[in-house]
């Protein structure tokens, strides 16, 4: 365990700006434009390097990380989205390569986390309190807006000259739950630390509110599992840790197997009956995916093979674990298990000195796999951004506390 002087690194002043600027962003592109924390974790990246220093060894984190976007570049050479030879003609042609993308995030994500662990106590507090207030503020305005239908949305998108559909708006909108439903924990964590309780209980509101009227039903359940989550780290603490550690592994090992049991049990079929629409499609692709993990179990069909299923498979799996057992194959699945492991087991480092922390911490990885296991596609940039936000927001109450250990979080080699 290693603990860093935060205040004695160069540049500081520099990197809380960067932060400050970051979670001034969000409450902006959380309400009108999710798909741009991509670039925008991309630019706090490059602004940090140039006071960063010399790069560090690699942590373990990092080193799974990078194992796993060289498996999935590997994997391109028997994948049916492969680029035909010859269409990769210039830069921006490359760029929209999922491969090339994930080595990009990997660096520029992980700049701005090592960035995030090198803020100066005062630093981190500005850039905590920062986040906290501008979390409720994303909560509050997206909470009001759902009472009246995403009128405030459709307003806005006349004055842009973008007309938009209410039923398309309040979809719009709701894409905002998903960041809050994330951002919650270190959010409340940072509040409380300030002894703002009834904004707490508003921020919780908020969320609730449009989550339940923009029908963001995957957010209401990462909000209940990292609640339950939060109550076991808060009264178990090592103990519930490593429960967290087992529950994180489990989908990552299991998925495709459970998913192919509960079809020959007759499950499936029960559940069938009893979902909504939504939920009933989404059944359909994880049965769909199952079946086919079959077909290659150890290398995978290829990254981004998801997209060639046609109807089957409309983009993505809709659950992290079955799209990297179907694309990347055991070898995939495994490394990614092991990074979010990893993540899991700092959780459990952490209750022995700091058990609101640790909470807080299984809390926003608890509710981030549960929206991944529902909603979206693993290679999603911006919603791969939102889980480097989010430990950049949790490093910062950490430091904020001072009572930080860097071993937790730290997934960049950069730094």
Sequence with gaps: ???????????????????????????????????????????????????????????????????????????????????????????????????????????????????????????????????????????VFVGLDALTGAAMFQKFRVLTGDPIRPDLAKVKISIGCYVMAVMFWPAAAALLRRGKRASVVLLLVGVLMASLLSSADSCLVALAAGGAVWLMIKGLGKVGGRLLTLAVAIPFVFAPIAVLWAIQAGFWGWLHGLVPPSWDARLNIWAFTADHVQDHPFRGWGLDASRTFGDAIPLHTHNAQLQLWLELGAVGAALAGAFFCWLAHGVTRTAETDRGAAAMTGAALTSYLVIGALSFGVWQEWWIAVGALAVVACAAVRLSSGEYNDELVEISSIG
């Design 1 to 139: 365990m290693t603990t860093t002087s935060a205040g004695s690194e160069k540049g500081t002043p520099w990197l809380t700006g960067v932060m400050v600027f970051v979670f001034v962003m969000t409450p902006l592109l959380g309400y009108l434009a999710q798909l741009g924390f991509a670039p925008l974790m991309a630019l706090a990246g490059l602004l940090v390097l140039p006071v960063m220093g010399r790069p560090r060894t690699p942590t373990a984190p990092a080193l799974i990380l990078l194992l796993l976007a060289i498996w999935a570049a590997v994997s391109m050479t028997w994948s049916p989205a492969a680029p035909p030879a010859g269409s990769l003609k210039d830069y921006g042609d490359v760029e929209k390569v999922t491969a090339v993308k994930l080595f990009l995030q990997l660096a520029l994500y992980g700049a701005a986390v090592a960035a995030a662990l090198r803020l100066s106590a005062r630093g981190a507090d500005r850039v905590a309190t920062v986040m906290g207030f501008g979390v409720l503020a994303l909560a």
